[in-house]
Nanobody, 119 residues
């Protein structure tokens, strides 16, 4: 089971990007998925999370600009990022807490996808 992420890129300030992350492999279910980001010289911080029930949590700096959503049928999570700012520039990581086919709770990280916002 792995996480595959896509959708990063270079955009001008005020622009938009959409990140997607898909769980590949056979699982029982996903409990919690989210996106984290890590800028140069910074720690990895939470950006947004969504629970199996659809409850959402955002870090304050992205509220009103970013929207996290999920597609249960495809085991996918998306992050729509609007009105991007240069300070949003970072490596973005998908994260998932899921139940494996062996009924174990596992936490997975996807490969980072670069988001660069130019001023």
């Amino acid at each position: 089971v792995q996480l595959q992420a896509s959708g990063g890129g270079l955009v001008q300030a005020g622009g938009s990007l959409r990140l997607s992350c898909t769980v590949t492999g056979s699982i029982v279910g996903v409990i919690l998925t989210g996106w984290y980001r890590q800028g140069p010289g910074n720690q990895r911080d939470l950006v947004a999370q969504i629970t199996a029930n659809g409850d959402r949590n955002y870090t304050e700096s992205v509220q009103g600009r970013f929207t996290i959503s999920k597609d249960n049928a495809k085991n996918a999570v998306h992050l729509q990022m609007n009105n991007l700012r240069p300070e949003d520039t970072a490596l973005y990581y998908c994260n998932a807490h899921l139940i494996s086919r062996t009924l174990k709770l596992e936490e997975l990280w996807g490969p980072g996808t670069q988001v660069t916002v130019s001023s």
